[in-house]
């Protein structure tokens, strides 16, 4: 069975850091990547960023230049690095395990975790 946790949320002022982190164990198959997602309270879940299993990232707009994901090399555990931290950025954020195919299409991934809640102060 494939389990996946997040990790590292947190409060944190504007301006500030944090560093999210997804264990992933059960899981099969290599070649797959790991993505993050985020959903804000009363919004849809949205792509943040994605390494797939030859390392090449994809983030989507509002991460760029601030956010960093990458994952190990046996592709068990994943990072999200995060600056500049806007209270726009609250939110719940969820790694799941990506198959290929298109990033921002949440049907290309698999075995979500719970998330980890992202709190920005003003």
């Known amino acids: 069975q494939v389990h996946v946790a997040e990790s590292g949320g947190g409060l944190v002022q504007a301006g500030g850091s944090l560093r999210l982190s997804c264990t992933a164990s059960?899981?099969?198959?290599?070649?797959?990547?790991m993505g993050w997602f985020r959903q804000a309270p009363g919004k849809e879940r949205e792509w943040v960023a994605t390494v797939d299993w030859v390392n090449t990232t994809a983030y989507a707009d509002f991460a760029k230049g601030r956010f960093t994901v990458s994952m190990d090399k046996y592709q068990t555990q994943a990072s999200l690095q995060m600056k500049n931290l806007e209270p726009e950025d609250t939110a719940v954020y969820y790694c799941?395990?990506?198959?290929?195919?298109?990033?921002?299409?949440?049907?290309?991934?698999?075995?979500w975790g719970r998330g980890t809640q992202v709190t920005v102060s003003s």
């Open positions: 799941s395990m990506f198959l290929g195919g298109e990033k921002l299409d949440m049907q290309n991934y698999a075995s």
């Open positions: 059960g899981w099969s198959y290599n070649n797959h990547g």
